[in-house]
């Protein structure tokens, strides 16, 4: 049954971050308690798998930068939440000069 959650693990709709990150953490420490183990790259992999299409250009530059070996899940998660906060406004669109238009002032 396990095994088949992991699998079949996607992000739920409207679900955020947080909550797919705890559904996974349930899910890997069950597998603990039975002794059988995932890789931390083998997790971020399932976890990159379920996000939006809008996602797709974060999840290749956290691929590209990072060593998902030594990458520890909690700053992923992190790297993700702050992504989704800034609305997928990344530091790149940012030094480019494609800034979110903000209200200008009275």
Do not use: C, H
Not at 38 to 45: G, H, L, P, R
Not at 54 to 63: D, R, S
Not at 88 to 104: D, M, Q, Y
């Amino acid at each position: 049954m396990l095994v088949y959650q992991y699998e079949l693990f996607k992000m739920l709709p409207s679900e955020s971050i947080t909550s797919m990150f705890t559904r996974m953490t349930i899910i890997t420490n069950s597998f603990d308690a039975l002794v059988m183990t995932y890789t931390n790259a083998k997790i971020m992999s399932k976890i990159f798998r379920p996000l939006p299409k809008t996602w797709e250009a974060k999840v290749m530059a956290i691929q590209e930068a990072k060593d998902l070996t030594k990458l520890l899940l909690k700053e992923l998660i992190g790297s993700l939440i702050i992504y989704k906060a800034l609305g997928g406004l990344t530091l790149l669109s940012r030094v480019i000069g494609f800034e979110r238009a903000s209200p200008s002032p009275l």
